[in-house]
């Protein structure tokens, strides 16, 4: 639990300097609480909630990414970062894992990519 916490601290300080990179990789064991481990670190970051997307289901379809890349392309009001959590990103199908290389080769905006 140490670790994590050192973790999310270094995490949190790249945030507050305005140097965070535009995806993370959260990996380890099954069942050790990578994504809540994310949430907690998205809970003292500012981002735009309303755009906020969990990926959860498994397989990952090239329409779920599809869908988040439209999310992804619209202007946000507050300027603010938009955020995904992509859980179980090892378990894309091939045509999603290649839309989302796209995605994330090029991302726009102020955004973050969390994948587990």
């Known amino acids: 639990m140490q670790t994590m916490e050192r973790n999310l601290k270094m995490l949190s300080k790249l945030a507050e300097a305005n140097n965070l990179p535009h995806a993370l990789l959260f990996t380890g ?7 809540n481990a994310a949430l907690k670190f998205l809970d003292g970051l500012k981002y735009e909630k309303s755009n906020f997307t969990l990926l959860a289901e498994s397989p990952i379809t ?8 439209r999310k ?23 045509e999603a894992a290649n839309a989302f290389l796209k995605l994330l080769e090029e991302p726009r905006g102020d955004a973050l990519f969390i994948l587990i």
């Open 29 to 35: 064991p099954e069942r050790i609480g990578k994504k």
């Open 62 to 69: 090239i329409k779920q990414i599809r869908d988040l890349k």
């Open 72 to 94: 992804f392309s619209l202007t946000s009001f507050e300027n603010l970062r938009k955020v995904a959590i992509i859980e179980n990103a090892d378990r894309m199908l091939p």
